[in-house]
C-alpha cells in the first residue's frame, strides 16, 4: 500500500508541474509567433509565475504532499528538465536557450518564488483556520 500511495504523489506533483510547463511553454510558443522576441520573452516571464501559483493552489488545496519549498524546488526544476529534453535537446537541438536570462532562468525563479509563495499562504491560512476552529 505504501508503494501505491508514493506512486500517487509522485504522479500528483508531476502531473501539476507539467501542466504548469505546458502552460508555459505554450505561451512561449504563441508569443513568438504575435509579438517580436524580446515582448514574447516578457509576456513568457510574466505568465509563467501567474500560471505556477494557480497550478500550485490546486496542488496545495487538493494533495499537498510537499512542503512549499519542495514543491517549488520541483517545479523549477521540472522545467528546466523539460527545457532541457524537450526545447533544447529535441526542438532546436541546441542549448541555446540556458544563454537567456529572460528566457529561461528569471521564468524559472520566478516560477520557484511564485510557487513557494502560493505554498506558505495556503499552509498559513490552513494554520489560522485550524487555529479559529
Same mark, same amino acid.
Given at each position: ?10 504522479? #500528483?506533483?508531476l ?9 508555459? #511553454? ?6 513568438? /509567433?504575435?509579438?517580436? /522576441? ?19 493552489? +490546486?496542488?496545495?488545496? /487538493? ?24 526545447? #533544447?535537446?529535441l526542438?532546436? /537541438? ?14 524559472c ?14 499552509? #498559513?491560512?490552513?494554520?489560522? +483556520?485550524?487555529? +479559529?476552529?
Open positions: 500500500m505504501a508503494r501505491k500511495t508514493l506512486a500517487w504523489k509522485i504522479l #500528483a506533483i502531473c501539476h508541474a507539467m501542466i504548469g510547463w505546458v502552460a508555459y #511553454a505554450t505561451t512561449m510558443w504563441g508569443a513568438m /509567433r504575435l509579438v517580436p /522576441r524580446t515582448a514574447a520573452l516578457i509576456i513568457h516571464a510574466v505568465s509563467a509565475p501567474i500560471f505556477f501559483a494557480l497550478v500550485s493552489w +490546486n496542488y496545495f488545496t /487538493r494533495f499537498h504532499f510537499t512542503s512549499a519549498v519542495q514543491t517549488a524546488a520541483f517545479f523549477a526544476l521540472a522545467v528546466v528538465a523539460l527545457d532541457f529534453f524537450l526545447v #533544447a535537446l526542438m532546436h /537541438r541546441s542549448l541555446a536557450i540556458f544563454a537567456s536570462l529572460l528566457g529561461t532562468w528569471i521564468p525563479v520566478l516560477i520557484f518564488a511564485s510557487t513557494f509563495l502560493t505554498g506558505r499562504w495556503w499552509e #498559513a491560512s490552513t494554520e489560522q +483556520n485550524a487555529d +479559529n476552529s
